[in-house]
């Protein structure tokens, strides 16, 4: 299957948490226009509107002038904070304009796979900024002091209810650029991202990043998503090729890891060459991660598939990677 038919699929799996910030965007420009709406009326024009929502029996009776001012109560801003709050405007209003396309990132080689996210996830992040300039002005504070945030905001400035709202990413990679690694800093509050693989993986890429709050995985079919888009927590999952692992690391299976962890699929063969600097080694140390994460504690890995193992843990650990990688490459 195409790619570009794994991300549509992985998208369609997100449905739930795509709406849930499509939503939360539309409202929070709808809330933002009101303001633009509020604080752009000129004294005549407030005037003029009460005029019309009191009718035929003020005519002549009732100063709608001085009424007006009577029952104004949302504070007046100078030029340039109103120009902060059209600008929070136009931003809510351009990342709904990009329908989509606003969830989907394929990386082009240009940016590593932490940095690509990073850089969405700090343009993502402007609707929150745009969010925190309309308080300031409720708040008749300076709304000025949060304009940078319309330009970019990094997910390290996200507060935790702002993490709580994160929207959903699918990710178009290459094997070679799967560094998983790196995606740690932003699996907090409920964020979730999906990463499409596409040639050459190395098979347990993102073993290291369990960790007991977050949903992780490894399959073949966006359809075995609904846990992930349902996992009220950060969740990553990979849409690996056919050679890879397939796990599941379920924070609600249980109390410890090897509980949360099923391993449904381990490669027939060992890691015997790099992927684009991913060496053999570096791919043979996340199975073994992988491998002994899924172990009961005093169990060491290989003890379950019959074979013999060394006394010495450290030895027995050493013993498996010398199983899994070919040192004559």
């Not at 003020?58 to 007046?76: D, K, N, Y």
């Not at 890429?205 to 399959?219: C, D, E, K, N």
Request: net charge neutral; proline share 7%; glycine share 8%.
């Amino acid at each position: 299957m195409p790619s570009d038919d794994r991300a549509r699929l992985a998208l369609e799996a997100l449905a739930g948490p795509v709406q849930a910030f499509r939503s939360t965007l539309a409202r929070t420009a709808d809330e933002v226009a009101q303001l633009v709406q509020v604080h752009s009326a000129t004294r005549e024009t407030r005037s003029v509107r009460f005029a019309a929502e009191l009718g035929p029996f003020a005519r002549g009776r009732i100063s709608t002038e001085r009424f007006a001012a009577l029952l104004e109560t949302q504070p007046r801003v100078n030029g340039a904070a109103a120009e902060v709050v059209r600008r929070a405007h136009g931003t809510l209003k351009g990342l709904l304009e990009r329908g989509d396309d606003l969830f989907r990132l394929s990386l082009d080689g240009k940016l590593s796979l932490h940095d690509a996210v990073a850089a969405r996830l700090a343009d993502l992040g402007r609707a929150f900024g745009a969010a925190r300039v309309a308080r300031d002005v409720q708040a008749q504070l300076p709304p000025d002091r949060h304009a940078p945030a319309l330009e970019r905001f990094p997910f390290a400035q996200w507060n935790r209810a702002e993490r709580r709202l994160a929207p959903p990413l699918v990710v178009e990679a290459r094997g070679a650029d799967l560094l998983a690694a790196g995606l740690a800093e932003f699996l907090d509050g409920r964020v979730k991202l999906v990463l499409v693989v596409t040639g050459d993986a190395s098979p347990a890429p993102l073993a290291r990043l369990i960790a007991p709050r977050t949903y992780v995985q490894q399959t073949g079919a966006a359809s075995d998503l609904a846990g992930l888009a349902s996992w009220d927590g950060p969740a990553v999952a990979a849409l690996v090729p056919s050679g890879a692992c397939r796990f599941l690391h379920d924070p609600q299976a249980g109390r410890t890891t090897p509980e949360r962890l099923r391993i449904d699929h381990l490669p027939a063969e060992p890691p015997r060459k790099g992927i684009d600097g991913i060496s053999a080694a570096q791919q043979a140390d996340e199975l073994a991660m992988l491998q002994s994460l899924s172990q009961p504690a005093g169990i060491p890995a290989g003890a379950q598939s019959g074979g013999t193992a060394p006394a010495d843990p450290a030895a027995q650990l050493a013993a498996w990677l010398l199983a899994q990688t070919d040192l004559t490459t």
